[in-house]
């Protein structure tokens, strides 16, 4: 961030805004169809010179900066915004103008707001002032005072949105912080999802990740805006890997999933060969595109989400940027044509399939939609990637081609949203067929319909036998009984509904994890097997009833987490610390990272099995090994449990180990690796994360230690069933951990980063950070396991 004062004070700021209002409105008080006598041209030049301190009037064009249109302008700027230069303009005349980007680009934010107030307004003072908050840290706090107007209104997403604009998210992050506290404001949804929106818009992912679970402490269910906006800032910033997760988890906040959301992630993966380090994903993360861009076609809709679609699309006229496709798979390309034609009433064929239980005929018409840009954007990639995968990508642009065809809404009276459960659960994820079977779907296909269907004839049975399910220390707490049976029976339907199509999207999207990972079990280590002991697994998934073992302050905090000393051979440790210097020196390692959560961390990936890594020779051996074997805990943690019955998710793991390197000063603020809202038990994401430490010459006084934080548990303030709807549809598998809320800064452990340490902690609940490091270069390795989304 520029620590360079502007020019300008507020005050004189705001004597110059005043006196440019004053004269307009007189001009105006003349003759109300009189244009205002400061130009458009004039205006911008004013304000952009006012925030450079250069003297006004001082006229220029906008073509002295070869630009047609502001627009064109704008967008110029925000990309040298992006790499964060400070750039020279000549104008026309011969003179140099050094131009701080971010304050030109407020500048220009300013213009574009009087542009539609047609008059120098309020917002565009808000954002001048802004730039103040922005540029000094002095002035913040009059800033802050100068956006309090705005505030008592009760209106801070405006402001906040205001930063969103003028890419200023530190001030949007420092507005929330302030504003949070105070008990005159009221911050709702549109606050915390406009911080989001200027987070991302500044690559400010871990920053997006930490507003959107903010909103979940204070109780503030994600918009889709804020979803999207988190999702594309992962995206943006190749943290794919996040940004699939947060796409699986669309659904459990009620959710779905837009063109642009999965445009993001797809172009997301389209650029990951050109990222450093991440090369060992060449053409897998394509074909992992393409695979998402078939799930985006075959995700269902609701009518609510046509209306929003409709609504965004009539705002941004972005019609032409979607398709709807109304084709079921087998003939996909046939029905494309049939259906896309224009004139063709509602554009839809009902597709029937039959319900093998009862022998009904069901509607199964899938409504498909796909973005354009989307599929283009892969076929771009693949057309310049190995001559293997060109058709490929000529193949997909034809296909994007003939399904261009002009947008349609789905009948009112059809039940929008239906696919066929059968399809899915072939692709599903392993155990999760067995476990809809537990719930009487049985693995035939079954359509929405078939769900209700379900859910209906559960409700009913759990009428009949009441008092087996509600009352004390029951499924249901006597409250219900305050209502009718007839009341009950509806209510459970509507919630079992809602549950079973929510695992019914999720099942869809779920698949591409699948493809990346493979179940622990397959994945046994005679090393991890030996050394992984029941308590551990009790430390892990039952901390209350684990007895102190081996790092016992970490088990008084009755975390879910474990240390695991003197279990990777000193040789093997210490052989990987060598080669992840020597790939250090070979310049393997990623930029320093920009974030201001973890500043000048730098990290490379090590893709030590799976596709594509066969005798690679991409990862050296001591970090493959090491790799190979850290593998084989999750798999050995998942047994132990077993043995013991502990209730434990089953868990995969992606064959993938991410090193990462804390320089002097580089730290990590308190964070959890994965945050979610969520109650569905069909999760497939992360819930475990394994470090290995790699610092031989690690001393006290290195800085670097893991700081793990006192983690406080809720219960669920939601009244009704909640957590329990799994249990009351007989299915057993919910697993999910979304009631944690978190109180860091109170109890926390420090955890030395020493060679060979191993750490293992539940990912969505365990708030951890990195104190600042000082040694030159303090490594880790790093395995995210995921859950399989089956009960034991
Ligand atoms: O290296 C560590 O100790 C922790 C790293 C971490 O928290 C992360 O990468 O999410
Ligand atoms: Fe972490």
């Not at 004062?5 to 110059?16: D, G, H, M, N, V």
């Not at 695979?291 to 032409?320: F, G, H, I």
């Not at 209906?456 to 509600?470: D, S």
């Not at 991890?528 to 892990?540: F, G, K, S, T, W």
Request: proline letters at 5%; hydrophobic letters at 40%.
């Amino acid at each position: 961030m520029s620590k360079k004062r502007p020019a300008a004070s507020i005050a004189s700021l705001e004597r110059e805004i005043a006196k440019l209002k004053k004269e307009n409105a007189e001009l105006r008080g003349e003759d109300p169809k009189k244009k205002p006598r400061v130009g458009r041209n004039a205006k911008e030049a004013y304000v952009t010179c006012l925030l450079l301190g250069q003297e006004y009037p001082f006229s220029f064009e906008m073509d002295d900066f070869g630009a047609n249109s502001t627009d064109e302008l704008h967008a110029s700027f925000r990309e040298n915004l992006r790499d964060g230069k400070e750039i020279e303009f000549t104008l026309k005349g011969g003179k140099k103008v050094e131009a701080n980007l971010r304050v030109w680009s407020l500048g220009i934010a300013v213009r574009r707001e009087e542009d539609r107030t047609k008059l120098l307004s309020v917002p565009a003072l808000w954002r001048t002032t802004l730039a103040l908050l922005h540029v000094d840290d002095d002035v913040g706090s009059a800033a802050e005072a100068q956006l309090r107007p705005l505030a008592a209104r009760n209106r801070p997403w405006q402001a906040i949105r205001s930063c969103a604009d003028a890419s200023a998210w530190p001030c949007a992050l420092e507005l929330l912080e302030r504003w949070r506290s105070r008990a005159d404001l009221r911050l709702g949804t549109w606050t915390y999802s406009s911080t989001i929106v200027a987070c991302g818009r500044g690559d400010q992912w871990q920053h997006s990740m930490a507003v959107l679970s903010r909103m979940e402490e204070v109780r503030l269910s994600a918009d889709l805006i804020a979803m999207s906006a988190t999702i594309s800032s992962c995206a943006a910033a190749a943290q794919w890997q996040r940004a699939l997760r947060y796409l699986v988890e669309l659904p459990q906040a009620k959710l779905e999933a837009d063109a642009m959301t999965y445009h993001a992630v797809t172009s997301a993966l389209v650029k990951l060969e050109k990222i450093p380090g991440m090369g060992g994903w060449k053409g897998e993360s394509l074909e992992l595109a393409m695979k998402l861009l078939e799930q985006m076609s075959s995700a269902s809709m609701a009518n609510e989400s046509w209306k929003t679609r409709d609504e965004t699309c009539a705002k941004e006229v972005t019609y032409s940027r979607v398709i709807h496709l109304t084709v079921s798979r087998e003939d996909d390309e046939d029905k494309a044509d049939k259906f896309g034609s224009p004139g063709q009433a509602e554009g839809q064929r009902p597709v029937w399939a039959t319900d093998q239980r009862n022998g009904q005929r069901i509607e199964v018409t899938p409504t498909y939609s796909v973005a354009v840009h989307g599929r283009r954007a892969v076929a771009a990639a693949l057309g310049a990637s190995s001559p293997r995968l060109r058709p490929l990508g000529a193949a997909t642009l034809l296909l994007a081609a003939s399904r261009r065809a002009p947008l349609r809404r789905p009948s009112a009276s059809r039940t929008a949203g239906t696919a066929v459960l059968g399809s899915a659960s072939s692709s599903a994820p392993p155990g999760l067929v067995e476990a809809l079977a537990q719930a009487g779907l049985g693995g035939t296909a079954a359509s929405e319909a078939a769900l209700r269907h379900v859910a209906e004839r559960r409700a009913e049975e759990l009428v009949e036998h009441l008092e087996e399910v509600v009352g004390e220390g029951k499924l249901l707490d006597a409250g219900w009984l305050q209502m009718g049976k007839e009341e009950i029976r509806k209510k459970l339907a509507e919630i079992f509904t809602g549950y079973l199509l929510e695992i019914h999207q999720i099942v869809q999207v779920s698949d591409v994890f699948n493809d990346l990972s493979v179940p622990c079990r397959t994945w046994r280590r005679p090393w991890a097997d030996a050394l992984v002991a029941a308590h551990h697994a009790r430390q892990l998934w039952a901390p209350h009833l684990a007895v102190a073992q081996d790092f016992s302050q970490l088990n008084a905090l009755g975390l879910g987490c474990i240390v695991l000393d003197g279990m990777v051979p000193p040789q093997l440790a210490a052989d990987a610390h060598a080669e992840l210097e020597q790939m250090a020196q070979d310049g393997k390692l990623s930029d320093f990272s920009q974030s201001t959560c973890n500043p000048g961390s730098r990290h490379l990936w090590l893709r030590f099995a799976g596709p594509g890594s066969d005798g690679d020779g991409l990862v050296p051996p001591a970090l493959a090994t090491l790799g190979d074997a850290l593998a084989g805990l999750p798999g050995a943690l998942e047994e132990r449990a077993r043995e013991v019955q502990l209730s434990s998710p089953r868990l995969r793991i992606v064959p993938n180990l991410m090193a990462a390197t804390y320089g002097p000063g580089s730290h990590y603020v308190p964070h959890k690796d994965m945050y979610s809202g969520g109650s569905c038990g069909f999760e497939n994401t992360g819930m475990l994360t394994i470090l290995c430490y790699l610092n031989p010459h690690w001393r006290p006084g290195d800085g670097g230690e893991l700081r793990v934080f006192n983690t406080l548990r809720e219960a669920p303030a939601s009244p009704g069933p909640g957590r329990r709807v799994p249990e009351l549809l007989q299915i057993t598998a919910d697993h999910s951990e979304s009631t944690t809320t978190t109180s860091h800064g109170e109890a926390f452990v420090d955890v030395e980063p020493l060679l060979g340490r191993i750490v293992i902690f539940r990912s969505r609940e365990v708030w951890h950070g990195i104190q600042p490091s000082k040694a030159p270069r303090r490594w880790a390795v790093t395995l995210w396991v995921l859950a399989d989304g089956q009960p034991e």
